[in-house]
């Protein structure tokens, strides 16, 4: 149950992010449950040409993807009880409200501030646990994150780079006893991550194809699970 300071808080994140953003509201159904998300309304308005020359960066993070509508549903299958779970990419926060809604103790990471400030905030709003945030970039992988018994990530191979990256970040920070879960929408720089997890040291235990109904027609999601 929140209290009203806790309310008054959640008020003010929201009038802060609304004076930076054009903010649309959804809902997204998982598992039964109906999550409401708020996001800026189009991602293209949030493009810095200063930011893609200096890192070819793009808010990709200002969206739902089917992705991690795909990974979603999939922790609704796991108990936290407690457990601690990192996201990679945490983008709106998703993926982390449902986390915290199954009782896992969440570490949300992302490459952008903003995505960060909609993960603490869509969380909160769907009545859960704040997670704790970490602004994280993979070709700087902190160090200092811990271990976790799960570590997920969605939709996080659009550039070639990546595949090892993720597959690094997974094993720097995944219990030797944990499991991790990717999911990512058949995009030609995932056929190369089950390679990065050899390199690793990770074994891919599991892999199917979901198909996610979200927006106009439906889409196949390849879903990892690996292990050391």
Same mark, same amino acid.
């Given at each position: 149950?929140?209290?009203?300071?806790?309310? *008054?808080? &959640?008020?003010? @994140?929201?009038?802060?992010?609304?004076?930076?953003?054009?903010?649309?509201r959804?809902?997204?159904?998982? &598992?039964?449950?109906?999550?409401?998300?708020?996001? $800026?309304?189009?991602?293209?308005?949030?493009?810095?040409?200063?930011?893609?020359? %200096? +890192?070819? %960066?793009?808010?990709?993070?200002?969206?739902?993807?089917?992705?991690?509508i &795909?990974? &979603?549903?999939?922790?609704?299958?796991?108990?936290?009880?407690? %457990?601690?779970?990192?996201?990679?990419?945490?983008?709106?926060?998703?993926?982390? !409200?449902?986390?915290?809604?199954?009782?896992? *103790?969440?570490?949300?990471?992302?490459?952008?501030a =903003?995505?960060?400030?909609?993960?603490?905030?869509?969380?909160?709003r769907?009545?859960?646990?704040l997670?704790?945030? %970490?602004?994280?970039?993979?070709? +700087?992988?902190?160090?200092?994150?811990?271990?976790?018994?799960?570590?997920?990530?969605?939709?996080?191979?659009?550039?070639? $780079?990546?595949?090892?990256?993720?597959? @690094?970040?997974?094993?720097?920070?995944?219990?030797?006893?944990?499991?991790?879960?990717?999911?990512?929408?058949?995009?030609?720089?995932g !056929?190369?991550? $089950?390679?990065?997890?050899?390199?690793?040291?990770?074994?891919?235990?599991?892999?199917?194809?979901?198909?996610?109904?979200?927006?106009?027609?439906?889409?196949?999601?390849?879903?990892? =699970?690996?292990?050391?």
């Amino acid at each position: 149950m929140t209290s009203a300071q806790d309310n *008054e808080r &959640a008020d003010s @994140a929201l009038a802060n992010l609304q004076a930076q953003f054009d903010i649309v509201r959804s809902e997204v159904e998982i &598992a039964g449950r109906t999550l409401t998300i708020d996001r $800026p309304r189009s991602a293209d308005d949030l493009i810095s040409d200063e930011d893609f020359d %200096r +890192d070819e %960066r793009l808010p990709y993070w200002a969206d739902v993807w089917p992705s991690s509508i &795909a990974l &979603a549903e999939r922790l609704v299958g796991e108990a936290g009880a407690g %457990r601690r779970l990192l996201e990679l990419g945490a983008g709106i926060g998703l993926v982390s !409200a449902i986390a915290a809604w199954r009782g896992f *103790e969440v570490t949300a990471t992302d490459y952008y501030a =903003e995505a960060l400030e909609f993960t603490r905030h869509n969380t909160f709003r769907n009545g859960e646990r704040l997670p704790v945030t %970490r602004l994280v970039d993979w070709r +700087d992988f902190p160090h200092d994150l811990g271990r976790f018994d799960i570590v997920v990530a969605s939709d996080v191979l659009y550039e070639r $780079p990546y595949a090892d990256l993720v597959g @690094a970040a997974f094993a720097a920070t995944l219990e030797h006893d944990g499991f991790g879960i990717l999911t990512d929408p058949q995009r030609q720089n995932g !056929a190369l991550f $089950p390679e990065a997890c050899q390199r690793h040291r990770l074994t891919i235990t599991h892999k199917t194809g979901i198909s996610v109904n979200h927006g106009a027609t439906a889409q196949t999601i390849d879903l990892y =699970e690996l292990r050391f």
